[in-house]
């Protein structure tokens, strides 16, 4: 039973809830009446640090990221985000199209990193394609 301190008295601290208070708490961030968009208020859809410490223990078993170095992280893979798209728009609209192609993106990233960096991503990209349409 929770108890919580007075002075120098300990109290019982009633948290017995009534039935209607029960069935109007939502089961996962227990707020009232929650429309479900409250509840993943903690993730922010903008970031990409939740993948880093992934890729981080399938590389090197036991390393962690600091928090600076989760940022400086963060804000280079949208910087390359943010060219990549932008080179393979402007692509696509040399060759008078609306829509951006895989080819455009490809091309963005022969484009924008150096020959091998490029290479490799190329061949990871594809591979994840081909894991990814043969899983569907």
Same mark, same amino acid.
């Given at each position: 039973m929770?108890? $919580?301190? !007075?002075?120098? #008295?300990?109290? #019982?601290q009633? @948290?017995? !809830? @009534?039935a209607?208070? +029960? +069935?109007?708490k939502c089961c996962r961030c227990g707020r009232r009446r929650c429309h479900r968009r409250h509840c993943h208020?903690? $993730?922010?859809?903008?970031? #990409?640090a939740q993948y880093f410490p992934l890729l981080l223990n399938k590389i090197h078993p036991g390393l962690k990221l600091s928090q600076e170095t989760m940022h400086i992280m963060d804000s280079f893979v949208k910087d390359m985000f943010a060219r990549?798209? @932008?080179e393979a728009s402007s692509l696509a609209h040399s060759t008078n199209r609306s829509t951006i192609s895989a080819r455009d993106?490809?091309?963005? =990233? $022969? /484009? /924008?990193l150096p020959e091998n960096l490029s290479k490799n991503a =190329?061949?990871?990209?594809t591979r994840a394609l081909l894991r990814f349409s043969r899983n569907k």
């Amino acid at each position: 039973m929770p108890y $919580r301190e !007075m002075g120098n #008295f300990w109290t #019982f601290q009633n @948290t017995d !809830m @009534t039935a209607q208070q +029960k +069935k109007t708490k939502c089961c996962r961030c227990g707020r009232r009446r929650c429309h479900r968009r409250h509840c993943h208020h903690h $993730r922010c859809p903008e970031s #990409f640090a939740q993948y880093f410490p992934l890729l981080l223990n399938k590389i090197h078993p036991g390393l962690k990221l600091s928090q600076e170095t989760m940022h400086i992280m963060d804000s280079f893979v949208k910087d390359m985000f943010a060219r990549i798209a @932008t080179e393979a728009s402007s692509l696509a609209h040399s060759t008078n199209r609306s829509t951006i192609s895989a080819r455009d993106i490809q091309a963005a =990233v $022969r /484009l /924008l990193l150096p020959e091998n960096l490029s290479k490799n991503a =190329v061949n990871q990209a594809t591979r994840a394609l081909l894991r990814f349409s043969r899983n569907k």
